[in-house]
């Protein structure tokens, strides 16, 4: 599978720094199973067939998802991930048209809307993450997953590792910082938070949409 490897487009850090899913470090491993682990475990209590994957970098999870048999697509601002995600999708024989190119902030429910809206390490390379978290209101049509790494482990733990030291353990593209407990405060603005679980070093939630009142 084709890997951004620390590309950059528009001053911004895209895709994954490195092939995390086929890391031979054992910490590394482990920690990348729970958070797939925990991952396909909220997929699955939601129920949902229809997924979108926004912010899908190289198309990992949803190319899974739809070697699954499930409805899934995913969006990403950046043309140069798309364009790896697209390969990818071409290399398991799985039409390349379910990626699109789309910043977050331009999604719209007639070409964007889902049963299921999957944003996982996407917020916290946002400018503006509430803006970010309405555009997923406008899409959900009942499921949200959200996921951000979890302060200051995240960073401390890049720290213990040898990494980013001169930026204090911060992941290049990283510009806002959450503790689970703040996450929490603000996703439950916008959506019902349903579970909320913690696989090391992230914060990742089951959300549902408000429900209007009748």
């Not at 048999?69 to 697209?86: H, K, N, P």
């Not at 890049?158 to 996450?183: E, V």
């Not at 938070?193 to 209007?212: A, D, G, I, N, Y």
Request: aromatic share 8%; net charge neutral.
């Amino acid at each position: 599978m084709k890997i951004s490897g620390g590309l950059q487009e528009q001053g911004i850090v895209v895709g994954n720094n490195y092939d995390k899913y086929s890391s031979k470090n054992p910490i590394a491993r482990r920690m990348v199973q729970g958070f797939s682990n925990t991952l396909s475990s909220l997929v699955k209590k939601t129920g949902a067939q229809t997924i979108h994957e926004v912010g899908c970098g190289e198309g990992y999870w949803t190319l899974g998802w739809k070697r699954q048999g499930m409805d899934a697509r995913g969006s990403d601002f950046s043309e140069q991930v798309i364009a790896l995600a697209q390969d990818n999708a071409r290399s398991q024989g799985i039409s390349p048209s379910i990626f699109s190119q789309r910043s977050i902030y331009d999604l719209v429910p007639a070409s964007d809307g889902a049963e299921l809206v999957v944003c996982c390490e996407v917020l916290e390379h946002l400018e503006d993450p509430r803006a970010g978290l309405e555009a997923l209101q406008r899409v959900a049509q009942e499921h949200v997953i959200l996921s951000v790494p979890r302060e200051p482990i995240w960073c401390a733990l890049n720290m213990a590792r040898g990494k980013y030291w001169g930026d204090l353990g911060n992941t290049p593209g990283h510009i806002q910082h959450w503790s689970s407990d703040k996450f929490v405060r603000l996703v439950s603005e916008y959506f019902e938070v349903h579970e909320v679980c913690k696989p090391l070093p992230w914060t990742m939630l089951r959300c549902k949409k408000f429900q209007s009142p009748t």
